[in-house]
């Protein structure tokens, strides 16, 4: 036997978890397209390409919008070795690292900005990554907890490519949190199972730090949830260890907290000033319940093509996917439904179900497979959480915890399959039969819903619905059958302990939701949006949009965040988190609300807007794709778009003493600093957000900028001055030296190996 092979034998299930994500990134992978929507988005103006044929996602649409643009600013900074702590291109300004969701410090997007990586190759980089680690991070969870090899394999593999992982792949924040969730969980379980060291504490905060430094707080909030749960479970049941484990986890959530703290802290500092930040309410707890998982994407559990896939576009309704529960309940999207589990863990659930006894180590899974389920369908399980957690009134869908769901079904699967113990035949038995009779049961019920659905739009009829159904039942009907037959041999080939039913079942494990989703959903495009030319160096734009939708690709301006791309100011923008004083600009500026009904965080300039009041917030350019005779003399169209030239005195400018404005020069302008040319006396005016944390350094003096609507630099020296601004928001530079010293200490501990086996005795 070689070399490799007998390396091999012992790793195989780590090697082939790692290679997995090529199976929902293969189009990435194999032919070098970049994930994102960005297809549906080259349609709209400037770029104004041909339909693509691809069906819209409101959501998916984010990953152009939002993700793919704050990812290039992040990975732009990074290879300049400047802190992004400033988005100066959108919102007239507005903080970066105070985004969550751009993960402005998490270690591996500071190390693809590092490496100068292309943002695409990055962000496909990220993606295969992360989804191997989920992946294997199940698997030594399972593997803690006592599942053989296969068990665990199966776990992994099921949860990285579980409906949950692949619908959220092309919005990285989601699965850069969640794959932090398993190692989370894994730490605890050694904690309590193995003994106590400063490597593994020191691994476990490391854990927690990643987890909130990735971007997505509501997921991180759960993967917390389920690390202290899963701890106080193990604490009421420890034998040994019961106190010392406790203050060692504790210990370890102190450190992840310390590590993120300058990212966390900035966040929620932020937050108190977004535009997000109510006070809980009735009316807002049924809001929110609203967006619950509804009980008919429960068919998806055993098939989660049975609801329709994203990327097919569907016959009955035009510019949808077949995607049904889009039109039968407002809002929804095929990943904030994600619930599906597939055939493989539903029949290894029937089998752990039938065999409680050997599934003692998983009881708390059992609890959390249960809770979660309850929470994602909006049971009144949710109010505490609304009402009692602070800031969760602004989270998005109680759905979400669908990922808790998932996981946890996904380990009590794997821990089905035990080390060294036999399959009992009369619970196989049992168990294929429940298997084979929940198999059936999503046709009896989707033939029941094709009759009672009722669309949300008046468009649509009650019979297109059934066609919709009816439709998505019928393209995988074939390859779900004969997954539900491979599913029963392997059931018997386990009673029977045949050498080949292992192997059978890792294969099953794969190919089935290969073939029935996962390698259709993640969203691609040969390449990224081109470059925009924008005005000069330093002037602001606002294309003037008024409408989204959540079926359908609009005729939009330069949507929101898109200018980023080309490194072009635009005063809208697309955000969570906004401050709610930009909000009011924007609504002043358009004479009504901004964001469109569709859509809360998108902050439109609407042809509402008043030309004075453009003027004055900075803008030298209008884009339209429709004359507007307000906006002065029809200039001369180009790639579909009317570019207005405005009268004001732009951006940048010295007021004089006699209130005559002149205009200055931004000579350099990066993430959080700003070198500015100007000719005193006066008072300089930078129309961009005045928020708190920025300076001014003028003729070696530096002082602070009051907070105000725009920044203002009072006493221009007379003569030509360099006034350099930069951002420096309160707390960073102590919570920077403390997190740094932090990361030194705990990655010191966690490569060291200690002489001694632990503080405990193994």
Not at 77 to 96: H, K, M, S, V
Not at 469 to 489: E, I, K
Not at 513 to 540: D, F, I, K, N
Not at 721 to 733: D, R
């Amino acid at each position: 036997m070689s070399r490799f092979l007998v390396w091999l034998r012992p790793r195989w299930a780590i090697v082939l978890l790692a290679l997995l994500p090529v199976l929902p990134l293969w189009r990435a992978v194999f032919l070098g397209e970049t994930i994102g929507a960005f297809d549906e988005i080259r349609t709209m103006a400037p770029w104004s390409a041909a339909p693509s044929g691809k069906p819209w996602d409101v959501l998916m649409a984010d990953s152009a919008l939002q993700f793919y643009v704050w990812r290039d600013l992040v990975f732009e900074a990074w290879r300049g070795f400047e802190l992004p702590l400033w988005n100066p291109y959108q919102l007239a300004g507005t903080p970066l690292l105070a985004n969550s969701q751009s993960g402005a410090l998490y270690p591996l997007h500071v190390l693809v900005g590092i490496l100068h990586l292309p943002t695409g190759l990055g962000l496909t980089l990220l993606a295969w990554f992360h989804l191997a680690w989920a992946a294997i991070g199940t698997f030594l969870l399972a593997r803690r907890l006592g599942a053989s090899d296969v068990g665990g394999f199966v776990a992994g593999s099921s949860f990285s490519l579980s409906q949950f992982m692949v619908s959220w792949t092309a919005l990285p924040s989601v699965i850069e949190t969640c794959s932090w969730i398993p190692w989370l969980l894994l730490g605890v379980e050694t904690v309590y199972s193995r003994g106590i060291t400063a490597r593994l504490i020191a691994g476990l905060g490391m854990a927690m730090g990643m987890l909130l430094l990735a971007g997505h707080l509501q997921f991180a909030a759960y993967g917390l949830m389920a690390t202290v749960l899963l701890a106080l479970w193990r604490l009421v049941g420890a034998k040994e260890r019961r106190w010392t484990g406790t203050a060692a986890v504790a210990g370890a959530l102190a450190i992840g907290g310390l590590l993120a703290a300058p990212q966390l802290d900035q966040v929620l500092r932020f937050g108190r000033e977004g535009h997000r930040q109510a006070p809980a309410t009735e009316a807002g707890y049924q809001a929110y319940v609203a967006g619950a998982i509804p009980a008919a994407a429960l068919v998806g559990l055993p098939n989660p093509a049975f609801q329709g896939l994203p990327t097919r576009t569907s016959p009955e309704v035009e510019g949808a996917s077949t995607y049904w529960p889009a039109i039968t309940h407002r809002g929804m999207n095929f990943a904030e439904t994600a619930i599906g589990l597939g055939p493989v863990i539903v029949l290894l659930l029937g089998l752990a179900a039938f065999e409680v006894r050997r599934m003692r180590p998983g009881a708390p899974y059992a609890a959390m497979f249960v809770l979660s389920l309850l929470i994602a369908l909006g049971t009144p399980l949710n109010k505490p959480m609304y009402f009692l957690l602070p800031g969760w009134s602004a989270t998005g869908s109680p759905g979400r915890i669908a990922v808790l769901f998932v996981l946890s079904a996904c380990l009590l699967a794997g821990l089905a399959l035990r080390d060294k113990e036999k399959v009992p035949h009369r619970a196989a038995v049992l168990a294929t039969a429940v298997f084979v009779f929940l198999a059936l049961i999503p046709f009896w019920t989707l033939r029941t819903l094709a009759d009672n659905l009722t669309p949300w739009l008046p468009q649509v009829s009650v019979e297109v619905v059934g066609l919709l159904v009816g439709g998505a039942t019928g393209a995988t009907t074939g390859p779900y059958f004969l997954s539900v037959l491979l599913c029963s041999v392997v059931a018997v080939l386990l009673v029977r302990q045949e050498a080949t039913a292992a192997k059978l079942l890792a294969a099953v494990t794969v190919l089935v939701p290969a073939t029935l989703y996962a390698a259709q959903v993640v969203r691609t495009s040969p390449r990224p949006l081109a470059h925009v030319e924008g005005p000069a160096r330093g002037e602001r734009i606002a294309a003037f949009n008024d409408r989204w939708d959540l079926l359908s690709a609009v005729p939009a301006v330069l949507p929101p965040n898109t200018a980023s791309l080309s490194r072009i100011h635009d005063l809208s923008g697309y955000d969570s988190l906004m401050h709610r004083d930009t909000v009011a600009l924007l609504k002043e500026v358009d004479g009504q609300d901004a964001a469109p009904p569709a859509n809360g965080n998108m902050m439109f300039v609407k042809s509402s807007a008043n030309p004075l009041l453009l003027a004055e917030a900075g803008v030298s350019e209008v884009w339209t794709n429709q004359p507007t005779e307000k906006l002065g003399v029809l200039p001369a169209e180009s790639s579909g778009l009317y570019r207005y030239r405005l009268r004001g005195p732009g951006r940048v400018y010295v007021e004089g003493a006699d209130g005559a404005r002149t205009p200055a020069l931004i000579e350099r302008e990066g993430f959080g600093r700003m070198s500015i040319r100007a000719s005193g006396p006066g008072r300089l005016v930078v129309k961009d957000r005045a928020m708190k944390g920025w300076h001014a350094t003028v003729a070696g003096r530096t002082e602070a900028v009051p907070e105000a609507r725009w920044i203002e630099v009072d006493n221009l020296p007379p003569g030509d001055q360099i006034v350099v601004l930069t951002y420096s928001p309160p707390g960073l530079k102590a919570w920077l030296s403390i997190s740094c010293l932090v990361w030194v200490t705990a990655v010191a501990l966690a490569v060291r190996r200690p002489r001694q086996s632990g503080i405990d005795s193994q």
